[in-house]
Nanobody, 125 residues
Framework: QVQLVESGGDLVQAGGSLSLSCASS????????MAWFRQVPGKERMLIAS????????YEADSVKGRFTISRDNTKNLLYLQMNSLKPEDTAVYYC??????????????????WGQGTQVTVSS
């Protein structure tokens, strides 16, 4: 089993920056691809960024490419999401997720089976 706890969500003005963190426990962190999803009310949870087990490759959705950066520290069991140039449409609950299988495709939403409780990010215009 995996426990994931996100932190760092906040209210920020458009154009500002925010950094999210996700602490993992209960399973070997370095064996799992990791991802950040976000969800707004009435819509599906959407994969916005993911990273391979070793951190050598990343994926970013078009909506955040060039503004958001995913990274991880396998020595500390931490996942990060640096968010710059924030827009009101980035407002959502952000979830950390871990892949179910060490060989999962890190770019596919269906690879992720473990979830944190979410952290709210609100961007004001």
């Amino acid at each position: 089993q995996v426990q994931l706890v996100e932190s760092g969500g906040d209210l920020v003005q458009a154009g500002g920056s925010l950094s999210l963190s996700c602490a993992s426990s209960g399973r070997t962190f370095r064996n799992s691809a990791m991802a950040w999803f976000r969800q707004v009310p009435g819509k599906e949870r959407m994969l916005i960024a993911s990273i391979t087990r070793g951190g050598t490759s990343t994926y970013e959705a078009d909506s955040v490419k060039g503004r958001f950066t995913i990274s991880r520290d396998n020595t500390k069991n931490l996942l990060y999401l640096q968010m710059n140039s924030l827009k009101p449409e980035d407002t959502a609950v952000y979830y950390c997720a871990a892949a179910a299988d060490p060989y999962s495709d890190y770019r596919r939403s269906r690879s992720y089976a473990y979830w944190g409780q979410g952290t709210q990010v609100t961007v004001s215009s």
